[in-house]
């Protein structure tokens, strides 16, 4: 199935967006019994500018690629079913780029950092 969704990029519309997308990986990780995000050999992929596609964890896991918010959200996901509370949180990291991240307890982890964003070929 392929959802298609519009959307001003109100906050509050991204966030709840971004919460049923984690809540989904999480219920498909269990099942599927993906492996945690840093050892599935996934790494981070900015996609083409003018182009979104967000994804589940497990066609994240298939293309072996996601970019910020397919990687936030399997890792929310795989921390809430080891008992972490976690959600992603998106914010503005220039005038016209948004940003997912982890929140956590803890603070914020950046699962796109740890999988390539920002390293040079």
Known sequence: MRAVVDTS???????????????????????????????????YQ?????????QLAPQTYAD?????EDLATWR????????VDARPY????????????VATPDGYEDPSRVLGMGRHR
């Open 46 to 54: 900015r996609e083409p500018r003018g182009r979104e596609r967000w």
């Open 90 to 101: 998106v914010y503005r990291a220039g005038p016209r780029q948004l940003h997912v991240v």
């Open 9 to 43: 990029h109100h906050p509050a519309v991204l966030a709840a967006l971004l919460e049923g997308l984690t809540q989904a990986s999480a219920i498909l990780i269990a099942r599927l019994g993906l492996p945690p995000l840093y050892h599935a050999g996934v790494r």
């Open 64 to 68: 072996g690629v996601g970019d910020c």
């Open 76 to 83: 929310a996901a795989e921390l809430r079913l080891a008992g």
